[in-house]
């Protein structure tokens, strides 16, 4: 009978934890991503299509996209008394994407116009803001808040998960928009018009 060393029963062992770790991660950090549109991304008009894209670690309840009204700075005129309008409930897809691991990851997504209840001129300089942002009830009830990126963590986004091989190689990479100076994720993304 062939022993096995210790070590390599060790490092087995550890390899395996860490693999049910992260994937024990994903509802915790929240798997559940906002990519389009992403934060202080520019439309030609504030009345044209948006297209809202997001993607999902369960398929249990519809992924709902919403928008208030916004500054160039965060919400308007402050996260505690923001209204979000419901844009739109859309069920992810039933068929998920396999990475090479075999985690699997839904999508849901819209093309569509906010309403004009979303948007807000700015008096200082014309431009139009608004919020967008998506969520999803557990099974349990709780909301599901979705991370959003800005352009470059949508580029860390793809990248990280290409180098991983993972749809989970994004986590713990500082990929997702976070508020200045901390380690907070921002639940939504701004976007802003000209006209």
Same mark, same amino acid.
């Given at each position: 009978m062939?022993?096995?060393?210790?070590v390599?029963?060790l490092?087995?062992l550890?390899?395996?934890?860490?693999?049910?770790g992260?994937?024990?991660?994903?509802?915790?950090?929240s798997?559940?991503?906002?990519?389009?549109p992403?934060?202080n991304?520019?439309f030609?008009?504030?009345?044209?299509?948006?297209?809202?894209q997001?993607?999902? @670690?369960?398929?249990s309840?519809p992924?709902?996209?919403e928008?208030?009204?916004?500054a160039?700075f965060?919400?308007y005129?402050?996260?505690d008394?923001?209204?979000w309008?419901t844009v739109a409930n859309i069920?992810?897809s039933t068929?998920?994407?396999?990475?090479?691991q075999?985690?699997?990851?839904?999508?849901?997504? @819209?093309k569509t116009?906010?309403?004009?209840?979303c948007w807000?001129?700015?008096?200082?300089?014309?431009i139009?803001y608004?919020?967008i942002?998506a @969520?999803?009830?557990?099974?349990s009830g709780?909301t599901?808040q979705?991370q959003t990126?800005?352009?470059s963590g949508?580029e860390?986004l793809g990248?990280?998960?290409?180098?991983a091989?993972?749809?989970?190689g994004?986590?713990n990479?500082?990929?997702?928009?976070?508020?200045?100076g901390s380690?907070t994720?921002?639940?939504?993304?701004?976007v802003?018009?000209?006209?």
């Amino acid at each position: 009978m062939r022993s096995i060393p210790l070590v390599h029963t060790l490092y087995k062992l550890n390899r395996r934890l860490v693999q049910v770790g992260v994937l024990t991660l994903i509802p915790t950090l929240s798997g559940c991503l906002l990519t389009s549109p992403f934060w202080n991304q520019e439309f030609a008009t504030h009345t044209e299509a948006i297209p809202m894209q997001a993607f999902s @670690t369960s398929t249990s309840n519809p992924v709902k996209f919403e928008c208030a009204k916004a500054a160039h700075f965060g919400l308007y005129p402050s996260a505690d008394t923001a209204s979000w309008v419901t844009v739109a409930n859309i069920s992810p897809s039933t068929s998920g994407s396999y990475d090479p691991q075999g985690n699997r990851i839904y999508s849901a997504g @819209t093309k569509t116009a906010l309403p004009a209840s979303c948007w807000r001129q700015d008096p200082a300089n014309s431009i139009w803001y608004a919020a967008i942002r998506a @969520t999803q009830l557990t099974t349990s009830g709780s909301t599901t808040q979705y991370q959003t990126f800005f352009k470059s963590g949508l580029e860390c986004l793809g990248r990280e998960i290409g180098k991983a091989t993972s749809w989970v190689g994004w986590i713990n990479k500082n990929c997702v928009a976070t508020y200045s100076g901390s380690t907070t994720s921002i639940p939504y993304v701004i976007v802003y018009s000209a006209s």
